[in-house]
T-cell receptor, first 113, second 115 residues
């Protein structure tokens, strides 16, 4: 049972435009959400996170929006750059204890120059 | 801060042999380490949770006798793939929680190829 879902396996965006990556979750116990960027044969690189008490968090070109009622979050990248091309994973966790992250399947973003 | 060093970054081994992967927390103490596996174009799937000084907790479907986890100190956790077979070829990544913010730190991963 996939608790974290990224339904778009790939996304192509023109350089300079906005990239919107979506993520849905089913477990209402999740209270912390993270986005990671990953290249092949490398570990994930943390991008941005959001606590369930917030609905938006912004860091430079990256903004994450959380809609708890819809169990949906999205990552906005603006403006998109060719260097943003990678696989983006959405992840969720429960509580502040030592609980593992649960990952979605990822979305491959291609930013076209 | 909060760096996890994972070695080796890649390894090729013969079928039937064992391979050990190490993860070290360099500047913090990791009481818990998580081990993930990623098959091509798939998600990172949790294999097991490694707790310092106690037995690891394995996810359903993960053979504990095949994937031996040892977490003997607060800075080192190891995953040994025993009697490796080609179907064990995958990308293995470790991760640890740290107290900096609400952070999870990942190792750089190990690409295992069994021939």
């Amino acid at each position: 049972d996939q608790q974290v879902k990224q339904n778009s396996p790939s996304l192509s965006v023109q350089e300079g435009r906005i990239s919107i990556l979506n993520c849905d979750y089913t477990n209402s116990m999740f209270d912390y959400f993270l986005w990671y960027k990953k290249y092949p044969a490398e570990g994930p690189t943390f991008l941005i996170s959001i606590s369930s008490i917030k609905d938006k968090n912004e860091d430079g070109r990256f903004t994450v929006f959380l809609n708890k009622s819809a169990k949906h979050l999205s990552l906005h990248i603006v403006p998109s750059q060719p260097g943003d091309s990678a696989v983006y994973f959405c992840a969720a966790s429960r509580g502040r204890g030592n609980t593992p992250l649960v990952f979605g399947k990822g979305t491959r973003l291609s930013v076209i120059a | 801060g909060a760096v996890v060093s994972q070695h080796p970054s890649w390894v090729i081994c013969k079928s039937g042999t064992s391979v050990k992967i190490e993860c070290r927390s360099l500047d913090f103490q990791a009481t818990t380490m998580f081990w993930y596996r990623q098959f091509p174009k798939q998600s990172l799937m949790l294999m097991a949770t490694s707790n310092e000084g106690s037995k690891a907790t394995y996810e359903q479907g993960v053979e504990k006798d095949k994937f031996l986890i040892n977490h003997a100190s607060l800075t080192l956790s190891t995953l040994t793939v025993t009697s490796a077979h080609p179907e064990d070829s995958s990308f293995y990544i470790c991760s640890a929680r740290h107290d900096s913010g609400y952070g999870y730190t990942f190792g750089s991963g190990t690409r295992l190829t069994v021939v």
